[in-house]
């Protein structure tokens, strides 16, 4: 369902700017839940992530007198995701058009479920519809690109869900799984660490979980940085990377057969390793355990960076989970997996448009 943009309504800036009159584009992304290999997957581990039904709304409009977001001048403190994209897709296309974004989010923040990368995933698809594209390959590569110059690293597990949609494997380019259709490659090149993933399609069962948030918020980046520190000293914590890429991969086969118990107890053994590279946090813990003392309940681990933020549930009776996870001082999400990919809600393309003089008025409504 698509909701009506405040933008839409705006009178119409700068009509003639370099011949562009009144474009905009429209494009939704989902948040994303990592059901196995987070942390693994810095190390050549594959990873399982999956799309989710929430979803962050972004509208792009060129051409204001600046570039703004939600009505305010654009400013690293408050919109790194949204300045880097600018710089690295509407600047590194030649254009210098102020353009005014407006973000409507559905996906919590902060809350382990993908709400930057369903921003960062939403801005470049709608900078790259109105540069005429629409290729899902390209804004998984952008948005991956505008993701680690934002955090600094990190995978392309949360921005490539976000694009794709539904449920992905993703692992070293040279080590892929080989689980299902190659969606992409992506590359990171770093000369003194070049990087290469695969990205391929995994077939979902209709999966509903319970998103838990322990609300202590845990930095990516410290968290990848303390593996990184812990796996060159420790051989236990190389072990625990190793137990999640082959719990990772255990998992593929059966989620294809809809084994949501043995899926459940992998969720349990994923969870436990990932308490091993130190990566758990007492208040994450808490939220596991209520989650599992509730009858019904098949599995629960952390999802994403730890250190605080979210885990996930998966069980048979989703409301109870979710009211034992607000009852242990949680805040639950009841979200189902598997949902679409990039979107786009009506967009304008620049290819092809005729000189400014013989532009016909451009059609405000969403398609
Ligand atoms: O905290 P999230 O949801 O951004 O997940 C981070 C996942 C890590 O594997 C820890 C890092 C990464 O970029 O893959």
């Known amino acids: ?20 009159s009144d474009l905009r584009a429209i494009c939704t992304a989902p948040g994303k839940v990592i059901l196995f290999g987070e942390h693994a997957v810095v190390y050549g ?52 058009e102020p353009i005014r974004i407006q973000t409507e989010g559905g996906v919590p923040s902060a809350s382990g ?28 590569r952008d948005s991956f690109r505008v993701e680690r110059l934002t955090q600094g690293g990190g995978s392309p597990t949360d921005t490539s869900t976000s694009t794709a949609g539904g449920g992905i494997a993703i692992s070293r380019l040279d080590d892929p799984p080989n689980v299902g259709e190659k969606l992409w490659d992506l590359h990171w090149e770093d000369p ?6 695969a990205v391929e399609r995994i077939e979902l069962p209709d999966l509903t979980v319970v998103v838990g948030n322990s609300g202590v ?6 968290q990848v940085a303390k593996v990184a520190h812990a796996q060159k000293k420790n051989a236990v914590v190389r072990d625990a990377l190793a137990d999640i890429g082959r719990i990772t ?12 118990v043995g899926v459940g107890a992998l969720l349990d053994k994923a969870h436990a390793a990932l308490h ?42 989703p409301q109870a989970v979710a009211e034992a996870i607000k009852a242990a001082g949680g805040t639950a999400y009841v979200v189902r997996l598997g949902g679409p990919g990039v979107q786009w809600v009506g967009a304008e393309s620049m ?9 016909p008025a451009a059609d405000e409504t969403a398609t």
């Not at 369902?1 to 562009?20: I, W």
């Not at 991969?249 to 949501?260: M, S």
């Not at 596991?288 to 979210?310: E, H, Y």
């Not at 290819?351 to 532009?359: D, F």
């Open 351 to 359: 290819e092809g448009l005729p000189a400014p003089s013989a532009a």
């Open 113 to 140: 479920t993908g709400s930057s990368a369903a921003l960062t995933v939403a801005t470049v698809g709608a900078m790259h519809a109105l540069l005429g594209k629409r290729d899902p390959a390209a804004i998984a």
């Open 217 to 222: 918020k845990g930095r990516t980046d410290e």
């Open 249 to 260: 991969r255990d998992a593929v086969p059966l989620l294809r057969r809809k084994d949501f």
């Open 45 to 96: 581990h594959p990873a399982l992530a999956a799309a989710t039904d929430q979803r962050t709304h972004v509208e792009v409009d060129c051409c204001g007198t600046e570039f703004t977001v939600n009505g305010l001048r654009i400013h690293d403190r408050y919109h790194s995701y949204l300045l880097t994209a600018v710089k690295e897709v509407w600047g590194a296309q030649g254009r210098s």
């Open 276 to 317: 091993m590279l130190g990566v758990n946090h007492p208040a994450v813990e808490n939220l596991v355990q209520v989650a599992r003392a509730t009858p019904g309940t098949l599995g629960a681990k952390l999802t994403g960076a730890g250190g605080g933020g979210s885990m996930f549930a998966l069980t048979e009776r």
């Open 1 to 20: 369902m698509v909701r009506p943009f405040p933008l839409f309504n705006a009178p119409r800036v700068n009509p003639f700017v370099q011949g562009l």
């Open 192 to 197: 003194e660490n070049p990087r290469a993933w």
